[in-house]
């Protein structure tokens, strides 16, 4: 599978880039992993908006759904100018039932629900969900394909079940919103010394951090991180293509 990230900001977008956002690809399969402010217009450097096959939402945050909106425009402005498009539909958890009635759409998007009960098969993925530890239900994402593991955050304070959720993971793609000494745990996210803790403990092979903070020198976040996980660490940009 192959993993490109569309959006990694914290809370709002930078000048020209996005909140949470990440293409995920096998053979021709297409999902949008959660879809935050900007990530509809930055997606379309790597896809066309009718290609995707689906989109999976980890929390109603506006960092991580505000342009689903966007997304249902697009949707159904291209049916009416005739464009040729694959059936789309938005995965979310049904925590928040107002939140997940919003996200079916005019007969252009099917919504279907998924929860932590069981795994869920999404195209080539097989997908596993863990509610994590945020002021709103939040989900961390096992996507399995051809023997490869691949687990995103979401977001979350750190909590030593997400280390066992995460384990042996191929590529973990943590949330990384403060640095060492920050109080992030206190508003459900983790700093780089919690995210080294959880890339140690669950012997993850490869490390992204993303959902960065607007404060800083990402630079510190990488080496704070090394304090306790000795694999490879990469800081997310707009862009940055991975390969499982
Ligand atoms: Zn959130
Ligand atoms: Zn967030």
């Keep these: 599978m192959k993993l490109t990230v569309v959006g990694y900001w914290h809370g709002y977008p930078e000048s020209g880039e996005a909140t949470s956002g990440y293409l995920l690809e096998e053979e021709d399969y297409k999902i949008l992993l959660d879809c935050g402010s900007g990530v509809l217009s930055s997606l379309q450097a790597y ?16 960092d991580h759904q505000a342009d689903i909106g966007a997304y249902q425009y697009a949707r159904l402005i291209n049916k009416g100018m005739g464009t040729n498009m694959k059936e789309a539909t938005i995965y979310g958890h049904q925590d928040d039932e107002q939140a997940f009635s919003k996200l079916e759409y005019k007969g252009v998007i099917k919504a279907k629900a998924y929860d932590d009960h069981k795994s869920l098969q999404i195209g080539p993925f097989l997908f596993t ?6 002021p709103v239900p939040c989900y961390a994402m096992k996507i399995e394909s051809k023997g490869k593991t691949f687990v995103y955050t979401a977001d979350s304070s750190y909590f030593p079940e997400l280390a066992e959720f995460a384990a042996e993971a191929d590529l973990l793609v943590a949330e ?18 919690d995210v080294g803790k959880l890339a140690n403990i669950s012997k993850s092979k490869k490390l992204v951090l993303s959902h960065l903070p607007h404060y800083g020198n990402h630079s510190q976040l990488v080496n ?10 990469t800081l997310a940009f707009t862009g940055l293509l991975l390969n499982m």
């Design 47 to 62: 896809c066309s908006i009718t290609d995707l096959d689906a989109v999976v939402l980890s929390h109603y945050h506006h």
């Design 129 to 134: 969900f863990f509610k994590t530890k945020h």
């Design 176 to 193: 990384c919103s403060g640095y060492k000494g920050d109080q992030s745990a206190q508003y459900g996210h983790m700093t780089s010394e």
């Design 224 to 233: 704070e991180v090394q304090e306790q996980y000795s694999g490879d660490v």
